[in-house]
């Protein structure tokens, strides 16, 4: 009697360690798995990021890149708000917009200050030929960003190349003496508001 006791004793130690290494094993697929999904979503998040400063080099590729080999964040420029009649010959439109300048270099954010009754002159001129049609547009919205631009730095001694230029010099019939390209401090325009009425 004392052999059929040890004979169930131990059936179930031997089922009880198969158990265990099954246990085991299955913890040890989970943990695997786990890092290597760990592994592939820390991979592919540096390739986003490079993919996306590659979309948006291919999108504007007059930026410069000066900013991304910067140690200090960029300093922006808010400009008082703009309320300005609208060029609608039909009907009286006036638009509201508020501007904020990005610049890589605090020094220039500092000269910026120091000449923005020019540069706010500047804006309010650009903005005055504008029409509603152009600026509900995306397009029409780029093509002032790039306008302020340039007119945020002319007061400055700084001529930034304008598109009907660079359109006029690639027509093969006018010669034009070709201009040195200037980079702009300015790197970009954003917009905190837009109403157009």
């Known amino acids: 009697m004392a052999t ?8 179930p130690k031997g089922g009880g360690s198969k158990k265990l290494i099954i246990i085991v094993a299955a913890v040890l697929v989970l943990v695997l798995v786990g890092g290597g999904v760990a592994f592939m979503l820390l991979k592919k998040k540096p390739v986003a ?12 590729p007059a930026k410069p890149k000066a900013h991304a080999k910067s140690d200090h964040p960029p300093t922006f420029v808010p400009l008082d708000p703009f309320t300005v009649n609208l060029a609608d010959k039909d009907v009286d439109r006036f638009a509201q917009v508020g501007v904020t300048l990005q ?4 020094k220039f954010a500092d000269q910026i200050k120091a000449y923005m009754p020019a540069i706010r002159s500047n804006v309010l001129m650009v903005l005055s030929h504008k029409t509603a049609v152009e600026l509900l547009t995306i397009e029409g919205k780029q093509k002032l960003a790039k306008d302020i631009m340039r007119e945020a730095v002319r ?3 700084i001529e930034l190349d304008d598109e009907d ?27 905190s508001n837009f109403i157009v009425q």
């Open 4 to 11: 059929a006791p040890a004979a169930e004793v131990a059936a």
């Open 165 to 191: 230029e660079e359109e006029a010099a690639s027509a093969p019939k006018k010669k034009k003496k070709k201009k040195a390209h200037v980079e702009s401090p300015i790197s970009q325009v954003l917009f």
């Open 49 to 60: 990021e490079d993919g996306e400063d590659g979309a948006e080099a291919a999108e504007a």
């Open 103 to 106: 610049v890589d270099d605090p």
């Open 155 to 157: 007061p400055m001694g």
